[in-house]
C-alpha cells in the first residue's frame, strides 16, 4: 500500500513556474513507476509526464514537452513535477499515481495502482 500527497500546486500567471512534489509513504517507493495526470473542469484525466522506478528513463505529453521536467528522489520518497513557461491552458489538478509496474502503457491512467488526492495549479493570463 502507498499514500501519495501532492503540494506546490497554487495560482500563478502565464509564463511563471511552479514545482509539484509528491511525498509518498511506504519502504517501497523507489520500486513504482511515479506518474503526473491532470484534470481540467470538464474534462478526462490526461497523462502528464511519467518516470521509471529509478528516474532513468522519462516520458512527457507532446502538451507539456520542453517546460515540464519530472523528477525522483528515492532517498526522500518524492517526486517532482517542475513547471515552467506556464500557460493558462495548463489549470488543472493535477495527481501523482504510482505504479506497481504490470502495465505495458504508462501513459494510461489505468496503469497506476495508487493516486494521491491531488493539488490545484491555476494559471492567469
Known amino acids: 500500500q502507498v499514500q501519495l500527497v501532492e503540494s506546490g500546486g497554487g495560482l500563478v500567471q502565464a509564463g511563471g513556474s511552479l514545482r509539484l512534489s509528491c511525498a509518498a509513504s511506504?519502504?517501497?517507493?523507489?520500486?513504482?513507476?511515479m506518474g503526473w495526470f491532470r484534470q481540467a473542469p470538464g474534462k478526462e484525466r490526461e497523462f502528464v509526464s511519467r518516470?521509471?522506478?529509478?528516474?532513468?528513463?522519462?516520458d512527457y505529453a507532446d502538451s507539456v514537452k520542453g517546460r515540464f521536467t519530472i523528477s525522483r528522489d528515492n532517498t526522500k520518497n518524492t517526486v517532482y513535477l517542475q513547471m515552467n513557461s506556464l500557460k493558462p491552458e495548463d489549470t488543472a489538478v493535477y495527481y501523482c499515481?504510482?505504479?506497481?509496474?504490470?502495465?505495458?502503457?504508462?501513459?494510461?491512467?489505468?496503469?497506476?495502482?495508487?493516486w494521491g488526492q491531488g493539488t490545484q495549479v491555476t494559471v492567469s493570463s
Open positions: 518516470t521509471s522506478s529509478s528516474g532513468g528513463t522519462t
Open positions: 511506504g519502504r517501497t517507493f523507489s520500486s513504482y513507476r
Open positions: 499515481a504510482a505504479s506497481r509496474g504490470y502495465a505495458s502503457d504508462y501513459r494510461n491512467r489505468y496503469a497506476y495502482d495508487y
